[in-house]
Nanobody, 123 residues
């Protein structure tokens, strides 16, 4: 499967963005999907994940209550709605998918990765 992340951009603190991760080759209904991010000079970190059925989600403590991950199987797309953005959320955001079913925390659980989309939050 190939993943295409989009929706990044420049936003002021307190604003919102919605990232999209579109899959080609197979449908998202057979994959668990996650979002990770990597800030300049930092390591890749977990942001959110959703199980293949959409029934289970997981969030990093730093984004819980502000970000929401969802899946639209009809459009074969996973979304990350990001509200109340902060400058510390500035990073390249990557979507990832796995043939397994759960909402996994660790990046090693994912087999397929998109190219990343840059989110910049200004203060």
């Amino acid at each position: 499967v190939q993943l295409q992340a989009s929706g990044g951009g420049l936003v002021q603190a307190g604003g919102s963005l919605r990232l999209s991760c579109a899959a080609s080759g197979r449908t998202f209904s057979r994959y668990a999907t996650g979002w990770f991010r990597q800030a300049p000079g930092g390591e890749r970190e977990f942001v959110a994940a959703i199980s293949w059925s959409g029934g289970s989600t997981r969030y990093a403590d730093s984004v819980r209550g502000r970000f929401t991950i969802s899946i639209d199987n009809a459009k074969n797309t996973v979304y990350l709605q990001m509200n109340s953005l902060k400058p510390v959320d500035t990073a390249v955001y990557y979507c990832a998918a796995t043939d397994r079913t759960d909402a996994y925390y660790y990046s090693r659980e994912y087999d397929y990765w998109g190219q990343g989309t840059l989110v910049t939050v200004s203060s």
